[in-house]
């Protein structure tokens, strides 16, 4: 009875752990994303988009930087949390379940990063905005159910869609979804 408990606070720690680095990676992801307005209001864009290259890209490639880079992030963190917990209990089966489960936080990510992209590239000063959404998605997840606060707020976070891998296997339609949303986004930012 005691090794299925300490399993149960394993995997929820992990969880918490796979929540965290996926916030991190979208605080990533919404920095990559700015970048392109720190190029323009800098006039470093300026030079560029004057020769052959189109605005749009232009913010393609912030956008696709963006979304690459945080995969990456999300990849290498799961690989990393998983050869560390493999070693701890010798079980290498837990290399791939915590690359699922971080990579499964991979939409949630594309969606405040597309955010991002379509409040600034709707009102440029909108960068505050941005970052707001970022810290009320931390808010959300970290203290949202400490506070009872209903589904429908907790579900204004895109990581309450994601799933709490690696405690259950993570949906795919709602990872489907939240790609959909981060495609619409990232169409109405280059828009």
Known sequence: PGFG????????????????VGLVAAAYAVQAVLRARTEETEQRAEPVLAGAVRRLRWGGGHVLVAALGSAWLLL?????????????TGDAGQIGRLIGATMAQVPAVWVLGTLAAALVGAVPRLVAAAWAVLAVCLLLGQVGQLLSLPDWVLDASPFQHAGDAPVH?????????????????????AV
Do not use: D
């Not at 408990?5 to 965290?20: D, E, K, P, Q």
């Open 5 to 20: 408990l300490t399993m149960g606070f394993t995997m929820t720690y992990l969880s918490l752990i796979v929540g965290l």
């Open 76 to 88: 290498v963190a799961g690989a990393a949390l998983g050869l560390v917990h493999a070693w701890r």
């Open 169 to 189: 296997t993570p949906q795919p339609v709602p990872l489907l979804v939240l790609l959909a949303v981060a495609a619409a986004l990232a169409a109405v930012g």
